[in-house]
């Protein structure tokens, strides 16, 4: 039986300015929904940069390398979601910033906007696993240490939406 190999994939243009979530190394070990959610960052990530419409933002996403192996149903509720709610999402976050919104970088202000959005409108997803993922995608796309003023912001998040959940867990791990 002859063995196919895949073509290698291509390599970014220089000028590219949104991270590939396509060609990564540790893409192969995550879930459907942890791919939508790097989908979804990419899409905010144009939604906040270039002010894109979220049709256009989603017919682009959609054609990128990878998409296939992505929670689709996920992703657009995370995507549109986002996007709609993107004024209660700040109106959490903003209180617990030590600046204003708007010198937050992109990138992390959508692992916010996700993180936000999921302990606030996806009850199914345990407040650790909303933080931890939008943790990790600021471990991944975002800057050096980013991913822990993202924990803080998005910790005192969860405290506002979920202090039921988080009092129920430290209960239990006491």
């Not at 409108?121 to 943790?135: F, G, Q, T, Y």
Request: hydrophobic share 35%; charged share 20%.
């Amino acid at each position: 039986m002859a063995v196919t190999q895949a073509p290698a994939p291509s390599s970014p243009s220089p000028d590219r300015t949104v991270p590939s979530t396509g060609t990564r190394g540790k893409t192969s070990k995550k879930s459907p929904r942890s791919r939508a959610r790097e989908f979804a960052l990419q899409g905010l990530y144009q939604y906040l940069v270039g002010g894109n419409d979220v049709a256009a933002i989603d017919t682009f996403t959609r054609n990128l390398q990878g998409f296939n192996k992505a929670n689709s149903l996920f992703y657009d509720t995370l995507l549109r979601g986002c996007i709609q709610a993107h004024s209660e999402l700040d109106a959490l976050i903003a209180p617990l910033l030590d600046r204003p919104l708007a010198q937050i970088s992109p990138i992390e202000r959508g692992c916010m906007w996700l993180g936000a959005y999921e302990l606030a409108h996806c009850p199914d997803v345990p407040w650790r696993v909303a933080l931890n993922e939008s943790i990790e995608l600021t471990k991944d796309f975002g800057g050096a240490d980013g991913h822990k003023y993202v924990n803080a912001v998005l910790s005192g998040v969860a405290e506002k939406t979920r202090a039921a959940e988080i009092a129920a867990d430290r209960g239990h791990h006491s």
